[in-house]
């Protein structure tokens, strides 16, 4: 497997050729171990992961929308925390088998494209294509997004404030949110202890 190679640039939408320098620049002075990807963020950067699941009982999929109701407040409850008042990038992934970058939504702009997985045979090959919109963060402002990740419609969304020091990564059945130091993480766990798992490794 190979992650983080740059297979091409491309300026459009919302995020021009020196927004996606300096967007690249930042990952790499906040996340240098790990490339915009989120499921691989959590092992190297263990020391300032929480995770909070989305419903009680760690139940992953809303079935009525009483539940979706309680997905929806608590994936902005903590985004609220992590963002309120300020600018956040909604990064969004596009996976494909070609190299040549997609066309994404006029509210967003590519920023990079990474080769997922590598392969000698080009029909093998897996590319995640990323876009990025800066928006100023309100509460329940990307709830149709949010509603298509908790039903796994999307995956790989990553939220981060202006600066890059902060990620709320949601999944199905949660999200995984890393913090500028071990802790902040602690005192933001700490405000949810019910939305935690009883996973010892808190999965």
Same mark, same amino acid.
């Given at each position: 497997m190979? #992650?983080? &190679?740059?297979?091409?640039? &491309?300026?459009?939408? &919302?995020?021009?050729?020196?927004? $996606?320098?300096? +967007?690249?620049? +930042?990952?790499? $002075?906040?996340?240098?171990?790990?490339?915009? #990807?989120?499921?691989? +963020?959590? @092992?190297?950067?263990?020391?300032?992961?929480?995770?909070?699941?989305s419903l009680p009982e760690s139940k992953r999929y809303a079935e009525n929308e009483s539940e979706y109701t309680v997905v929806l407040e608590r994936y902005n409850t903590i985004l609220d925390e992590l963002f309120a008042g300020a600018d956040v990038y909604v990064i969004t992934p596009l996976w494909t088998t070609e190299a040549e970058v997609p066309s994404f939504q006029p509210d967003a702009g590519y920023w990079q494209s990474l080769l997922v997985a590598d392969d000698p045979d080009p029909e093998f090959r897996t590319y995640c294509h990323l876009s990025a919109a800066r928006r100023p963060w309100r509460h329940g402002c990307i @709830?149709?997004?949010? &509603?298509? #990740?908790? !039903? @796994?419609?999307?995956?790989?969304? +990553?939220?981060? !404030?202006? $600066?890059m020091q902060r990620i709320h990564h949601p999944y199905d059945g949660g999200a995984d949110v890393f913090l500028a130091s071990s802790r902040e993480r602690d005192r933001m766990r700490d405000r949810h202890p019910d939305w935690l798992s009883s996973h010892p490794l808190g999965l």
């Amino acid at each position: 497997m190979v #992650v983080g &190679r740059f297979i091409g640039e &491309r300026t459009s939408g &919302r995020v021009s050729g020196g927004a $996606q320098a300096a +967007l690249t620049e +930042l990952w790499q $002075q906040c996340w240098p171990s790990c490339p915009p #990807v989120g499921y691989k +963020l959590r @092992d190297p950067y263990r020391d300032v992961w929480v995770r909070f699941h989305s419903l009680p009982e760690s139940k992953r999929y809303a079935e009525n929308e009483s539940e979706y109701t309680v997905v929806l407040e608590r994936y902005n409850t903590i985004l609220d925390e992590l963002f309120a008042g300020a600018d956040v990038y909604v990064i969004t992934p596009l996976w494909t088998t070609e190299a040549e970058v997609p066309s994404f939504q006029p509210d967003a702009g590519y920023w990079q494209s990474l080769l997922v997985a590598d392969d000698p045979d080009p029909e093998f090959r897996t590319y995640c294509h990323l876009s990025a919109a800066r928006r100023p963060w309100r509460h329940g402002c990307i @709830d149709e997004l949010l &509603r298509d #990740v908790a !039903d @796994d419609k999307v995956a790989g969304v +990553l939220i981060t !404030d202006a $600066q890059m020091q902060r990620i709320h990564h949601p999944y199905d059945g949660g999200a995984d949110v890393f913090l500028a130091s071990s802790r902040e993480r602690d005192r933001m766990r700490d405000r949810h202890p019910d939305w935690l798992s009883s996973h010892p490794l808190g999965l």
